[in-house]
């Protein structure tokens, strides 16, 4: 069965910097949309980024100019490079796979999302 495993989360102060990592387990990994999402405490899960089979990616205005989304077919694996973080960023992350990445932004999409990953805390303060 599909397993999306996160990694990477933690503590950091504002403009502090923290790599996200996702194994993807029984995933068709290059074939299909794969991607990050996050959910803050009280508020919707909301797309952050998301990497078509092409290589093609986007990203929620709100991190553009700071997170970097990238993949590795042949690990199988995903990240996520985020940088100069922010207060507003601190949420759990969360690794998602076979959805539409064309709707990743929509902010009732996240029901649709066919597997996700346990999730790791991303948490910016001073």
């Known amino acids: 069965r599909v397993q999306l495993v996160e990694s990477g989360g933690g503590s950091v102060q504002p403009g502090g910097s923290l790599r996200l990592s996702c194994a993807a387990f029984e995933y068709p990994f290059s074939d299909y949309c794969i991607g990050w999402f996050r959910q803050a405490p009280g508020k919707q899960r909301e797309g952050v980024a998301a990497i078509e089979s092409d290589g093609t990616t986007r990203y929620v205005d709100s991190v553009k100019g700071r997170f970097t989304a990238s993949k590795d077919n042949a690990k199988k694996s995903l990240y996520l490079q985020m940088n100069s973080l922010k207060p507003e960023d601190t949420a759990m992350y969360y690794c998602?796979?076979?959805?539409?990445?064309?709707?990743?932004?929509?902010?009732?999409?996240?029901?649709?999302?066919?597997?996700w990953g346990q999730g790791t805390q991303v948490s910016v303060s001073s």
């Open positions: 998602a796979a076979d959805y539409d990445c064309r709707q990743s932004f929509n902010p009732d999409y996240a029901p649709f999302v066919n597997y």
